[in-house]
């Protein structure tokens, strides 16, 4: 029988890249944006990770759901941990691993409030979207034409192919 091991997100030790790989259903949104919470605030992290910035933080999903799904989820959590923070009191237990680690309420009641208005630049990306932002930043180093356009569907493209050539 195989062994099923829970990842620990606030104990784990990170050493530079991450993957999450597992089954629908298994909570991966949850911890990729409570381990995104915890690389922000800097909790319980090796000094290797010392003062993250959003900058420093790539996520990689495969559907635009996916990608709303993860920045709603780390927004709904950055909220819940600010209220939290503010009352003195845990409101939500998805949030109370990263909770008992605060030590400076109004220091990330400050840090908290920043990140809600940072969340359109988080990056968080699919694999499309990924390619497409590094393609269009370094178009010149690439040598490519500034106009170029990716394409959702390749049907066309392939029909005018076969027509000209």
Same mark, same amino acid.
């Given at each position: ?15 530079? @890249? ?9 909570? @991966? ?14 909790? !319980? ?21 996916? &990608?709303?799904?993860? @920045?709603?989820?780390?927004? !709904? !959590? /950055?909220? !819940? ?8 009191? &845990?409101?939500?237990? +998805? ?39 590094? /393609? ?15 394409? +959702? ?9 076969? /027509?000209?050539?």
């Amino acid at each position: 029988m195989k062994e099923i091991s829970v990842f620990n997100y606030i104990n784990s030790i990170i050493y530079d @890249k991450i993957l999450i790989e597992a089954s629908a259903g298994t909570g @991966k949104t949850n911890v990729i944006s409570l381990l995104y919470i915890r690389f922000l605030l800097n909790i !319980n992290l090796d000094k290797y990770f010392d003062n993250l910035l959003i900058d420093n933080i790539l996520i990689v999903t495969f559907t635009e759901l996916a &990608c709303l799904e993860i @920045k709603n989820r780390i927004l !709904n !959590n /950055i909220r !819940n941990l600010k209220i939290s923070c503010l009352y003195n009191k &845990c409101i939500d237990n +998805s949030i109370y691993d990263l909770f008992i680690y605060i030590k400076n309420f109004p220091n990330i009641v400050n840090i908290l409030t920043k990140l809600e208005y940072k969340i359109d630049f988080f990056s968080i990306f699919t694999i499309h979207g990924f390619c497409k932002k590094i /393609i269009f930043s370094n178009f010149i180093e690439f040598n490519i034409d500034y106009k170029l356009k990716i394409i +959702s569907n390749e049907i066309d493209l392939i029909y005018e192919l076969v /027509i000209f050539y």
